[in-house]
C-alpha cells in the first residue's frame, strides 16, 4: 500500500487513513440523523461539553452542550410546529488530522427541506468547518462553524 | 488504531469497519447507477432473490427479484418516454452489523430529475432502510423500505 | 475478511480497496473545495500536465493544464463578477482500478449555485467519467469526460 497521498495522517500507532475517513463520515451521518429525527438532546450529546457551535447565520455562538441542546431543541419544535422535515446531507469531507485524537475537517453540507404532502426544496448550501476530538473512544465536536453561502 | 466507536462492527474474521463501509458506499453507488441507467432487470440483480421493496409511496411492496425487476422496468420505461433523466444519490450511511453476511444501513436518498433541454430539480428527499446480505460474496437488499419525507 | 465483491481491486502489493476508495473520495473533496475558493490555478494541479477536460457543455475539451487552468479561471472571474457562489457535489463513486497506479470512476455531480443573499439552487446534474493516475504518490485526472443530464 502507499498513503504517499496523506503523508500526514497515519501516525504510526493510530487509525489508518482509511479507517479514519469511515469513521469521521459515519460519526457525522449518525449526527445527522439524530438532529434530523428531533433528538436534539441527544445530537448534542455529539458536541463536547465545552464544545462551541458557531454560524454566520446566528448572532452569537452557541457555547458549552446545554445551550448547544437548547438551540437544536427550539429549532426542531418550530420545525416540527410547521409540519417541515428537515434533511441535513454533510459531504465533501477533507480531513487534516493533527494528532492521534484531533482531526480538522472541511466539508459542505445541504440542508432540504420537505414540507408534509409538499415538494422538497434545497434550503441551503454551506462549508462546515469542525475541530474534531476524541474522547473515551468517541469523536465529539469541539469547534464547529458554519458558514452559509448566501451570507457574508 | 482504535474501533471503540464501533464496537459492534468488527468481528474477528470479518471485514474491518473501513472494508465494510467502502463495500457498502459503492454497492450503493453501482446499484443506484444501474437503475439510473435504465438497466432495470440488472438492478433487480442487486436484490436477494427473496428480497422485499417497500416504500410509503406504493400501496403494497414488491416482493421477489421477479416483482422488483417489473416494477422499476415500468418505472424506467415511463420516465425514458417522458425524456426525463434521474439520478438516485443515496448518502448519510449509518452502518449497524448484525453478524458477519447481515448488516442494516440506515441512509438518506436524494431523487433528481432533469428533462432533456430542462432545468434539473430535487424530486423528493426520502430515508432507506435496508437490510442487507452477503451471499456467495456479493451484497444484496434482502429488504427495503424507502420513506419520503412529503408522505406519512 | 472477503473481498469477493471487489475482485479487480485489490493487487498483492497495492491499497486495499478500502484505502483506495477512501483516497480517492477525499481526491474528489479536496479537489472541488479548491474549485469552489476559486484557486482555479491550484485546482488545474489536480490534472495531469498532459490531461484532457471535454465536457458535453463545451464545444471543444481542454488539453493540459495551462488549458485546463485558464478555463477554469474564466468562469471563476465570471461567477464572482455576479457574486455567486457555486459547490461542485461529487458522489455515487464506482472504483474500476485497472492498475495499482491507475483507476476509472464513474460518479455523479451536483452543482449548486447560490447568490449573495439570495436562494441557493441546484444548477445541474451530471456523470463524470474520470481517468485517474497516481505519479509520484498524488493522484491526478488524466482524462475527464463530464455529461450533463439535460443535453446530449
Known amino acids: 500500500m502507499t498513503v504517499a497521498a496523506h503523508p500526514a495522517t497515519a501516525p504510526a500507532d493510530s487509525a489508518s487513513p482509511a479507517e479514519l475517513y469511515a469513521e469521521i463520515q459515519q460519526f457525522y451521518a449518525r449526527q445527522m440523523q439524530l438532529l434530523d429525527d428531533g433528538e436534539a438532546e441527544a445530537w448534542a450529546e455529539t ?13 452569537e455562538p452557541f457555547t458549552g452542550r446545554a445551550a448547544i441542546a437548547a438551540g437544536a ?4 419544535d418550530d420545525f416540527a410546529a410547521r409540519g417541515i422535515r428537515r434533511r441535513h446531507w454533510l459531504g465533501m469531507l477533507v480531513l487534516e488530522p493533527k494528532d492521534e485524537h484531533t482531526v480538522f475537517v472541511r466539508s459542505y453540507a445541504q440542508v432540504l427541506e420537505t414540507p408534509r404532502a409538499g415538494q422538497a426544496v434545497l434550503r441551503a448550501s454551506t462549508t462546515c468547518a469542525d475541530l474534531l476530538v476524541r474522547r473515551d473512544g468517541h469523536w465529539l465536536v469541539l469547534d464547529r462553524r458554519i458558514h452559509r453561502d448566501d451570507l457574508d
Chains 1, 2, 3 share one sequence.
Open 73 to 76: 431543541r427550539k429549532a426542531t
Open 47 to 59: 458536541f463536547a461539553e465545552d464544545g462551541v457551535f458557531a454560524a454566520n447565520a446566528h448572532p
